[in-house]
């Protein structure tokens, strides 16, 4: 008996290796904001919608990685589809993050950069099993 397994080894790895990284990214990412408003005038205006984009932007996460490892190992490309769907809002907030924040740090563009390579390199490996779930 020949068994056919297509779920994507290389992407379950990158989903994990990416809930590992986002939890820094996240805490970074809060860190920073914190100190940006102690450090710099902040105006309270952005500090609030800033806090609640990043949070916001963690639930999105757990919600990528949950569908795409769920996806991916029960070969189904309807939940893999959704969080391929879910990493363009990602995708939006980090850009939002790396450009359009009050106060961007050379340390804002380093983790924003390296979260941006992981979502490129994640979407071409989820349209890759998808086309593979399909065929």
């Known amino acids: 008996m020949v068994s056919h ?6 992407l379950q790895i990158l989903f994990y290796l990416n809930g590992i990284y986002y939890v820094f990214y996240f805490l970074a990412t809060l860190a920073m ?3 940006k408003s102690e450090v710099f005038s902040y105006p309270d205006d952005f500090l609030a919608p800033d806090l609640v984009l990043l ?3 963690a639930i999105l996460e757990v919600l990528r990685l949950y569908l795409g490892s769920k996806g ?3 070969e189904e490309e309807a939940p893999l589809g959704l969080s391929l769907a879910l990493t363009v809002g990602s995708v939006m907030l980090s850009v939002y993050f790396l450009v359009w924040q009050t106060y961007v740090l050379r340390a804002d563009v380093v983790l924003n950069a390296v979260l941006l390579f ?5 979407s071409v490996l989820k349209v890759v099993a998808i086309a593979a779930f399909v065929s």
Do not use: D
């Open 5 to 10: 397994q297509l779920s994507s080894l290389p």
């Open 33 to 35: 904001i914190v100190y």
């Open 55 to 57: 949070f916001i932007m």
């Open 72 to 74: 991916n190992l029960t």
């Open 118 to 122: 992981t979502y490129g390199l994640e």
